[in-house]
């Protein structure tokens, strides 16, 4: 079955995916490893890396380091899916097979999700012969090719070329009104323009829209550091606002920081001193996470010369 990113069985319990797949586990791990691939664009998409991390752990613990025949690919989107936690052998299997795999891949998926995961610590030729090899495929593989094409970091095309590259991809997944790959090419592509509200914007409209918790919040902070920087203080006091709600309800405390952070320097700018102080306490009372004290303690700093000079 070859599955891209849209087009995926949505209705089906992420629990249930995995409960099929650990079934399988026990009778047939040939059924179980083509399950973890069939199922991989419909984890990604719907932000189920965990669920797709656990699938793919149980069925490598069992597998070790033997590829079935005939199933290369879907190894490797295995050890993709449990590479936090894959043996370096394991790792090493699936890096030959991509190196010795020399027509496209069977899944359209395949080329996006191992140029995000394993591309960045790849050489840029090595990644470019991957996407050269893939570049004929369905449409949403061209799609996706062009999305890593301009992804950041993961070749050496100039920056002109990077956000064309990126523009091509969100036409070509609008086209085929696939809001997973709308998301992945405006999210690269605010990194690479000059002006990034308007990509921001639509990004953070589609993680809503796709029940992206960590992203969403992630993008409101962004989108709310812009509006400060523009002196649309109300606009980014809701942003952040939102952000921090998202992040003390998941139990998130580096998303609650930021948002308190950015509350923080939002409330300064507006001359609300004490509820600037009070978010910057709030940080600081958070364990271990000293990223966030040290941006807290810096814009407690800024805070104290406003006082000092009012």
């Known amino acids: 079955?070859?599955?891209?990113?849209?087009?995926?069985?949505?209705?089906?319990?992420?629990?249930?995916?995995?409960?099929?797949?650990?079934?399988?586990?026990e009778s047939d791990l040939r059924t179980a490893l083509r399950l973890v691939a069939r199922y991989s664009a419909y984890w990604w998409s719907n932000g189920l890396q965990d669920e797709a991390a656990a699938a793919a752990e149980r069925v490598l613990s069992m597998l070790g380091r033997t590829v079935p025949v005939g199933l290369d690919e879907e190894y490797l989107l295995a050890v993709i899916h449990g590479a936090a936690?894959?043996?370096?052998?394991?790792?090493?299997?699936?890096?030959?097979?991509?190196?010795?795999?020399?027509g496209p891949f069977r899944y359209s998926v395949t080329v996006l999700l191992w140029s995000l995961v394993f591309g960045p610590f790849e050489p840029a030729a090595v990644v470019e012969d991957v996407l050269e090899r893939n570049e004929a495929g369905d449409a949403w593989t061209r799609a996706a090719v062009e999305l890593c094409r301009?992804?950041?970091?993961?070749?050496?095309?100039?920056?002109?070329?990077?956000?064309?590259?990126?523009?091509?991809?969100?036409?070509?997944?609008?086209?085929?009104?696939?809001?997973?790959?709308?998301?992945?090419?405006?999210?690269?592509?605010?990194?690479?323009?000059?002006?990034?509200?308007?990509?921001?914007?639509?990004?953070?409209?589609?993680?809503?829209?796709l029940c992206l918790a960590d992203e969403t919040a992630l993008l409101l902070c962004?989108?709310?550091?812009?509006?400060?920087?523009?002196?649309?203080?109300?606009?980014?006091?809701?942003?952040?606002?939102?952000a921090l709600s998202i992040g003390e309800h998941a139990d998130q405390p580096e998303t609650v920081a930021v948002a308190r952070v950015g509350l923080a320097r939002t409330a300064r700018g507006?001359?609300?001193?004490?509820?600037?102080?009070?978010?910057?306490?709030?940080?600081?009372?958070?364990?271990?996470?000293?990223?966030?004290?040290?941006?807290?303690l810096h814009e407690l700093a800024a805070l104290n010369a406003s006082e000092a000079s009012a």
Request: hydrophobic share 40%; aromatic share 4%.
């Open 1 to 25: 079955m070859n599955l891209g990113g849209s087009g995926g069985p949505h209705s089906l319990e992420a629990d249930q995916v995995v409960s099929a797949i650990e079934r399988a586990c």
């Open 85 to 102: 936690s894959a043996e370096q052998e394991q790792v090493e299997l699936a890096q030959q097979i991509v190196l010795t795999t020399t």
């Open 150 to 209: 301009g992804y950041p970091g993961l070749t050496t095309a100039a920056p002109g070329d990077t956000a064309q590259s990126l523009r091509t991809a969100l036409g070509r997944f609008r086209m085929l009104e696939d809001r997973w790959g709308m998301f992945l090419a405006l999210s690269a592509l605010r990194q690479v323009v000059d002006e990034p509200l308007d990509a921001t914007t639509e990004a953070l409209e589609l993680a809503e829209h």
């Open 222 to 242: 962004e989108r709310a550091e812009l509006y400060r920087r523009q002196g649309k203080l109300e606009d980014a006091h809701a942003d952040y606002s939102r």
């Open 270 to 296: 507006s001359g609300n001193l004490p509820a600037a102080r009070a978010h910057l306490s709030a940080v600081l009372a958070i364990p271990e996470l000293d990223d966030a004290h040290y941006e807290a």
